[in-house]
Structure formats: structure tokens, C-alpha cells
RNA sequence: GGGGGUGUGGCAGAGUGGUCUAAUGCACCAGACUGUAAAUCUGGCGGGCUCGCCCUUCGGUGGUUCGAAUCCAUCCGCCCCCA
């Protein structure tokens, strides 16, 4: 029987350590590697559902500390829970608020408690303990939630990479104890989150320690704040090996389509990430060819469609030159159409990495992919 | 016909003797964005280059002054009031 958040090794590359798997949630089973889009408040923003299904996005984020300020759980719970309340009818998973904790760093407070946060709705404060996370989180009602944790942010001294770590395998464990003191958990999976900055005997210890207390998954949080490339993989590298194979890995954040791939080809499963959504509302495009940027002069009297190789409905439907006319006059609408876009863009090439996982091609596809996305402009 | 006002960079609009290539906003040209305080933020926006400077700009022309977008004269354009 499966349990929620469980994880089913269905392939391992021949050619890397990338992996095809099946992951299981009360509200159904997602094929991985995943890329999840980020729906913050319970909306990824500016997609409507009907949209995002056609993208074949399989599950969507929400945040605890958002939801929890606006509109409040007590909502939530009174709608049946989030996905009752958006009426996103597939898996979801919340993030604790450890982001706020790196995000908001200017109006939090961090105890061995947990953060006290300043509302940045209205200044009024707040208190997030790792108990409390669970307990928005097991109200909210996602499929899978997360740990209360802190994101460091890059770079960071030694001294306090190594307290935040285990500080956040302190709350690590007192939100499994939270979690597990009811039958939330024949429902929701919690996963762990491993810490440790760019210090590899940090994130050593944080994956040892964090795969001792036993997870249904485990996340790698604190990269993509910043640090080099090669950082993220060496930590990836370092990490991955010390994690269960029949467990999720999910690296939080991530990311650009280069990470999506480098990830994967180091055994990541699962990824999120705003950047098809925001960088959609600020212009930014993902391509086969590469990324632009729409506002630009030279799609103004570009007619064709943003992405010869896209089925989405935005390059079906509209060309360059007239969603460049929409991003000019501000008008909502490209707000939509780019993000849509993007997500497309997204999970069509995870769908793609891990069909090359499955046909054993993941090196042959990966260098098809970027020869493309790197023909029209420098490598970056 | 008489009286008053006004003319500034693509547009709007500050500045009213030196610190002015001239605030600010918009427009325009680029860039950034990675568990969303983001439909946001950053840079550029007269010309030249050896990148420190040099040259050219505030309706036109002529003056005053060491120095003028700023003062004076005159011309041109626009606006308002009275006949």
C-alpha cells in the first residue's frame, strides 16, 4: 500500500544518476522528475486552472505563511481545504514559511522557538513556530507539506550556516512530532528539508541527520539564493547519495530550464519554481531558441508565434508582435498569455527529460536541447 | 487697435545670472528576476573619443556680463483680457 508521498524508483538512467519514478498522493500519482508551478496564494498568478490543466502541470505550491495572513486557514478549512477552495482538484504542496524566513528577513525575528514575523500586509505580528507551520499546513490541507525550516541566504559565514542547520534540524524534528500526533498523515506526506549553505560537511551532516528522523521525502532548500552554479551542483552531489533511493527528492526553488536539467541528471525528482510565472509578467519568454525578452523593439513587427515548437494556446493563438503590443500597453491579458506560456515551456521540457530518462537518451537529449536553446545568443 | 502672458530635451513640466546637458514623470532602449513583500527592480536615453574630457543644446538674431535657459533689445509663434 502506498502512503502518502511515497516514492516508486520506476527507472534509474544508465547514463546518469537522473531517475524516473512515480510519486503518490491521496489526490493522485505524479509522474517524476515534476516541475511544479508556484501558486503562492492559492493561485498560481495569473493562470487559471483551466489553462494550467492543458499545461499537463501534475501539482502546484501554495504558501503557509501567505494563506495564513490572507486569507486565513479558518477560511480554508470552512471551504473544505485549499484545493476545495481553488478548486485545483489535483495534488498540491505547501511551503512552511522557512522562505519568509529568508525573504522577509528584514521583518522577522528568529528565536530557537521559531520566527516572528511582521505581517507585510499590515505590520501586525505573527509567530511561526515549527508547530504552528504544521498546523496551518494540516488545515490548509495539501497533499504534501514541508518542514519548518530557515533559508539561509548566500553567502553566509560558517558559524552561521552551522547554527541555522541545526536550528532547522531542531524544528525538523519537532514538526514530525507535531505532524504525527494526529492521522494527518494518512492524507499528507511531510517532507524534510536538508540545509548547510555551501559548506559540504554541513549539508552532509543536515542529509545524514535528516535522513535518521525518517521522511516520507526530502527537500534540499537554501540553493538558488544567489550562489554559483557549480556550488548547487557540488551540493547536489554531495547530498543525493546520502538520501534514500525510495524516497522523493525535491530541490526547493529551482528553476532555470539549465537547472532542470542539471538537476536531474544528479537525481533530483522534483522541482518549483516562480519563474515562469514571473518572469512571464515581467517579459521574460522561454524558448526552444532561447529566452527574450517580448518588450523588446525587434518583436514589434515579429508575426510569428513566440515558439515555432510550442502547442500552447498562447503560441497558437497569438504572435509576437501583438503580445509585444500587449506588454507595451499594459494591458492584463499578456500577464496570462507569458505565463501560460512559460509553464508550458517548463513542463514540457521535464516531460521531455523524462521521456530521455525512460528511452535511456538523457546525454543525446540534453545536448539536443541546449545546441537549440543556446543557437541565438551567448551562453550564460 | 490697446493691455497682459508665454515659448525649455520625443511629450508633459521644473529651473529664472555661475554648482545646467538642464530636476521629475511619461515615452523610448536594454538588463535582471530561481521554496513570490515583484504586472517588480536596475541601468541608459544630444554628439565625439584616448572615457578623462572636448564639442553642441533651453523659439530666432543681436547685446550686457569674467559667466546667460535665466538680464536687455528686436523679430517670430502661441495664449488670455479689453475694444
New binding site residues.
Partial sequence: MNQCGSYTLIKKSSQTKARRGKLFTSRGIIDTPVFMP???QGT??GVPNEFLQTSGAQMI?G?SY?LYLRPGTEIIKKAGGIQKFNSWNKPMLT??G???V???N??RKITEDGAEFKS?IDGSKHFFSPEKSMQVQKDIGADII?CF?E?TPYPVDYKYAQSSMDLSLKWAKRCKLEFYNDNSSDKQALFG?IQGSSYLDLREKSAYEMANMGFVGY?I??L???EPKEIMHSVLEKILPIIPENKARYL?????PE?LWEGIERGIDMF????P???G????VFTSLGKI?IR???Y?KDFTALDPNCSCPTCKGYTKAYLNHLV?A?E?LY?TLLSLHNIFFMVNLVDTIRESIGNNNFLDAKKVFFDKYYSNQKR?
Fill in positions: 508556484v501558486g503562492t498560481v498568478k505550491l504558501n501567505h511551503d512552511s522557512g522562505f519568509q529568508f525573504s522577509l528584514d521583518i507585510h514541508m525550516d533559508c528539508i527537500a532548500g537554501g538558488s539564493v544567489g526547493m526553488g529551482v528553476g532555470m537547472d518549483d519554481c516562480v519563474i510565472t514571473r518572469n509578467r515581467n517579459g521574460q525578452n523588446n523593439m525587434s514589434k507595451r499594459q492584463s500577464l550564460g
